[in-house]
């Protein structure tokens, strides 16, 4: 486990940096993701070095959908393991990065538009760990959750996002984790290793202009963007998380796309990064 020597940098506030840390989107994938050496994790790996080092790391997951919002406010949270059906190694997996108690309060605190509620049950998903884990394998970073609110809709956060922006300016970097299309039931396990249907590459090609153009009002409508998007977005929970990658988005700020690829039919990595 992390030292408390080392968690104690950490909890001594944080102060505003001369940066402001860039805002992601990853597509996570299947939870093997965070034990496997391949294509996308490697490319997590390559992510942290490209930019600097978060005091914390707060992350939107498609993994923790509530009634009402919470923030994980634990020293310690623990590593969830919410899947069924993979190898025993899998299982095995301890993430054990510490939590930032005085920086979730902090959130709570910005956030006007809504109740939040410090959380001290969950912990650490397969959304967040799978990922982060790569990225910061010493587990020496702090790393929260922000769960989604099941009761509002797309709209709703949208706009809470904008609320946490603050927060970049002081060294957290804020990860939205789930999958723009993703469609399980129509999954085709031939194409595991890459492949995706015609409606999938249609939909990650609009996705993507939309969001290199700043074109954020159909994405929040997405209901509106025709059949190939209610098969890309069956259900919301993957998707949410893009748009509050999208909220945080500043004035100035440019796009630039990694992990661009269409896996089983009908789900696509393509995940998103902006700022610097």
Known sequence: MTSL????????????QDYTMPVLFVGHGSPMNGIEDNEFS???????????VPKAV????????????????MDFPKTIHDFGGFPQELFAVQ?????????????????????????????????????????????????????????????????LAKELQALRKKGVLIMGSGNMVHNLRMMDWNLINGGGYDWTQTMNEKFKDLISNRDHKPLINYHSMGKEALLAIPTVEHYL?????????????????????????SLTMTSVKIGA
């Open 95 to 159: 993430y054990p990065a510490p939590g930032h108690a005085m920086l979730a309060k902090e959130t709570v605190d910005l956030i006007q538009s809504a109740h939040v509620e410090l959380d001290h049950d969950w912990g650490l998903d397969h959304g967040t760990w799978t990922i982060v884990r790569h990225m910061y394998p010493d587990a020496d970073v702090p790393v929260l959750q922000l769960s989604i609110d099941y009761t509002k809709g797309p709209q709703y956060h949208y706009d």
């Open 42 to 52: 490697q490319r997590w790996k390559k992510l942290a070095q490209d930019i600097p």
């Open 241 to 265: 998380p893009l748009l509050y990658t999208l909220g945080l988005q500043g004035k100035n700020e440019g796009t630039s796309f990694f992990n661009d690829k269409m896996v089983g039919g």
């Open 5 to 16: 020597s080392a968690f104690k940098k950490f909890t001594d506030g944080l102060a505003p």
């Open 58 to 73: 707060l992350v939107i997951s498609a993994h923790w959908f509530t009634k009402g919002t919470k923030i994980t406010a």
